[in-house]
C-alpha cells in the first residue's frame, strides 16, 4: 500500500517545455488535489478533482492543465514552462467523509 | 491577502518544554482546522484538527486550541522532542473535505 506516488522526484526543464508531472494512489478516495509550495509560502491549490471525469481549478490553475479519467491517476500537464512555475509541487487525496488529506513526497520542478 | 497566517517563520525551544505554535485566519466561513508537519523532502502529514465547535482538542502530547472570537488557533506540544523539529502548516476549509488554506508554516527546532 503506496498511498499517494509521484513521479518524478525531480526535474530540471528549459523554458516554453511541456511535462507531466504524476500521481497516482492506491487508496480509492474520490478527492486529488495539486499543491504548489513556494519557498516561505504556504501550499497554494492549483486544481483539484472530486472524482473521475470531474476537476476544477484552485487559487492558481494558470499555466497548468489536468484530467481524471481514472480513481487512481490524476496528472498535472504544463504547456510552456515559466520560470514562474520553479516550486515543489504536491499532490494530495482525501475523503468526502474525513478532512484529512494524505500528500505524496512531491516533485522539486525548476525552470530555466 | 493571506487568509491563514503563521507569524513567526521559526521557532526554537529546548527538549523537554513546550512548544507553541499560533495561526490566525480572516475568513470567518473557515469550520475546519488542521495542523500538518512536514519533514524536510516529504510531503506534509496529518497532525491533528479541531472543528469549529469546539475549543480544544489533544492527541497525546499535541493540543489544538480554537478561539474563534479572535480567529486563533495554536497548538502546543509537550513535552518537546528531537523528532518534533519540523516545518509546521496551519490549515483551514471552510468546506469539509474540500479547498483547504493553508498558512506558510512555522519551522520548529527542538533543542537537546
Known amino acids: 500500500n503506496a498511498g499517494v506516488t509521484q513521479t518524478p522526484k525531480f526535474r530540471i526543464l528549459k523554458i516554453g517545455q511541456s511535462m507531466t508531472l504524476q500521481c497516482t494512489q492506491d487508496m480509492n478516495h474520490n478527492y486529488m488535489y495539486w499543491y504548489r509550495q513556494d519557498p516561505g509560502m504556504g501550499l497554494k491549490l492549483i486544481y483539484y478533482s472530486v472524482g473521475a471525469g470531474i476537476t476544477d481549478k484552485g487559487e492558481v490553475p494558470n499555466g497548468y492543465n489536468v484530467s481524471r479519467s481514472t480513481t487512481e491517476d490524476f496528472p498535472l500537464r504544463l504547456e510552456l514552462a515559466a520560470p514562474s512555475q520553479t516550486s515543489v509541487y504536491f499532490c494530495a487525496i482525501g475523503q468526502p467523509s474525513n478532512e484529512k488529506l494524505f500528500f505524496g513526497s512531491g516533485t522539486q520542478l525548476s525552470v530555466l | 491577502d493571506q487568509q491563514v497566517k503563521q507569524n513567526s517563520p521559526s521557532l526554537s525551544v529546548q527538549e523537554g518544554r513546550i512548544s507553541i505554535l499560533n495561526c490566525d485566519y480572516t475568513?470567518?466561513?473557515?469550520?475546519?482546522f488542521l495542523w500538518y508537519k512536514k519533514y524536510p523532502a516529504e510531503g506534509p502529514t496529518f497532525l491533528i484538527s479541531i472543528s469549529s465547535i469546539k475549543d480544544k482538542n489533544e492527541d497525546g502530547r499535541f493540543t489544538v486550541f480554537l478561539n474563534k472570537s479572535a480567529k486563533h488557533l495554536s497548538l502546543h506540544i509537550v513535552p518537546s522532542q528531537p523528532g518534533d523539529s519540523a516545518v509546521y502548516f496551519c490549515a483551514a476549509s471552510g468546506n469539509y473535505g474540500q479547498n483547504f488554506v493553508f498558512g506558510p508554516g512555522t519551522r520548529l527546532s527542538v533543542l537537546p
Open positions: 475568513n470567518s466561513m473557515f469550520d475546519y
